[in-house]
């Protein structure tokens, strides 16, 4: 099998799943169903932002006993049920959680970390490459779904009938293309051997050198990366997770503009995710975490003075925001690869990404926290920028274990 079959599977794969990331365009007529604010809502958000890195971690390890085409077509089955079981929630929040929440995280968390595995194999050659095209369609996922969802919400007479719909479309889409995923030959082409703890270019360790996760997990540089990907994830996630809302309160975008607002955060998703990786293979990971800190902590300090009443300001902000965003997801497999070779990638690198669901509950959760108690995101935007210059700190004392 072509490799470029298989990174075609996983970008599918990923776009269906990348529809999580337009959760905000059902955030607002969820509020209005359930007469609950920003906060009561978003808890399914942020629960199935947790579950994720959960299940993630759990399908690093399964992979080891059923490969990569079993993970990724439960997950995908599981991911469209969640979705689809969310149309039964009916008047109970309760209910939206546990399907929303904890059934969708948990499809896509094991659909999510099968293509990140088998993927790079077929790459050794371009390593961060590879990573970005695994991650790519999560991005872009979300600015082909958003159109469509508000379509549907339109016609179905809301966002439960939307997710029913949607539901059944992503559980053939997503397990479909799994049945295309395959680890490579032991030899696939293009296949360079480096030295393991290497942060450069062409690093791309063997299998045979690699670190095994218990080993990884006893160096201080696990938990470097562990708190560099929470802290990138946590950044983004603050605009996701109320993007439309955002794009109204500080772009003063009309509702139209809003929801373009929510495709570019998807188009600026994506584009980091193929840019800041491959970027990665020539400058190094560190390099590229230290570069992308700095430019988050601009855009965050810049958003509520700026972009407040201009709109193609807060674009431009929050692009660059999102860009970074994305490719820490494209460059993190990246890092963890270069530093404890690709032979157990799947399982250390999906422990970090147990990262990103903690950062739900961080910059996210406290921009919706502030957002209904005083009607503003400034606070927020400011103590998040603060953040991201604090953490710039821990790319700069990397070094390879």
Same mark, same amino acid.
């Given at each position: ?23 905000? @365009? ?10 609950? *604010?920003?906060? $009561? ?16 971690? /759990? ?7 059923? %490969? ?34 904890? @059934? ?7 659909? =999510?970390? !099968?293509? +990140? ?13 590879? =990573? /970005? ?14 159109? @469509? ?11 439960? *009938?939307?997710?029913?719909?949607? *539901?059944?479309?992503? *559980?053939?889409?997503? %397990? ?5 995923? &395959?680890?490579?030959? &032991? ?7 480096? $030295?393991?703890? @290497? ?7 063997? !299998? ?30 603050? +605009?996701?997770?109320?993007? &439309? ?51 988050? #902590? ?21 692009f660059v925001a999102l860009s970074c965003y994305g490719g820490g997801f494209g460059v993190m497999p990246a890092f963890v690869n270069a530093y404890y070779g690709s032979g157990d990638v799947g399982t250390i690198y999906a422990s970090i990404m147990f990262a990103s669901g903690i950062a739900g509950f961080g910059a996210p959760l406290l921009l919706a926290l502030t957002a209904?108690?005083?009607?503003? =995101?400034?606070?927020?935007? =400011? #103590? ?5 210059f604090l953490g710039a700190a821990i790319p700069l004392a990397m070094r390879p274990p």
């Open positions: 099998m072509s490799r470029w079959v298989v990174a075609g599977a996983a970008v599918v794969m990923q776009a269906g799943l990348g529809s999580f990331y337009s959760w905000s @365009v059902f955030r607002g007529p969820l509020s209005d169903l359930y007469g609950a *604010g920003i906060t $009561e809502v978003n808890v399914a958000f942020f629960l199935a932002s947790f579950v994720f890195t959960i299940a993630a971690f /759990g399908g690093g390890l399964l992979m080891r006993r059923f %490969g990569p085409r079993a993970v990724g077509v439960a997950g995908g089955v599981l991911y469209g049920l969640g979705v689809f079981l969310s149309s039964f929630a009916g008047e109970s929040l309760l209910v939206l959680y546990l399907t929303y929440g904890v @059934v969708v995280g948990a499809g896509l968390g094991l659909g =999510y970390i !099968a293509p +990140i595995a088998a993927l790079p194999g077929w790459f050794p050659d371009r390593p961060g490459l590879a =990573y /970005g095209i695994a991650v790519f369609g999560f991005g872009a996922g979300s600015a082909i779904n958003v159109p @469509v969802a508000e379509a549907l919400i339109s016609s179905s007479g809301g966002p439960l *009938g939307a997710f029913g719909i949607l *539901g059944l479309a992503y *559980g053939v889409l997503v %397990g479909g293309a799994a049945f295309l995923l &395959k680890n490579p030959p &032991k030899e696939p082409a293009g296949h360079k051997p480096a $030295e393991v703890g @290497v942060e450069a270019p062409s690093a791309a360790p063997s !299998a045979a050198l690699a670190w095994s996760f218990r080993r990884a997990v006893r160096t201080w540089q696990w938990y470097a990366l562990w708190a560099i990907f929470f802290l990138n994830v946590s950044a983004g996630l603050a +605009i996701i997770s109320d993007a &439309k809302a955002m794009a109204a309160s500080i772009g003063g975008a009309s509702a139209t503009l809003a929801s373009a607002f929510v495709v570019l955060v998807a188009v600026a998703d994506s584009t980091g995710r193929l840019f800041w990786p491959a970027l990665s293979d020539r400058i190094g990971q560190s390099t590229v975490f230290l570069t992308m800190f700095l430019l988050q #902590a601009a855009a965050f300090s810049l958003l509520p003075l700026l972009g407040a009443g201009s709109f193609v300001v807060f674009c431009a902000l929050s209904d108690a005083t009607g503003s =995101y400034g606070s927020a935007l =400011y #103590a998040t920028a603060a953040l991201m």
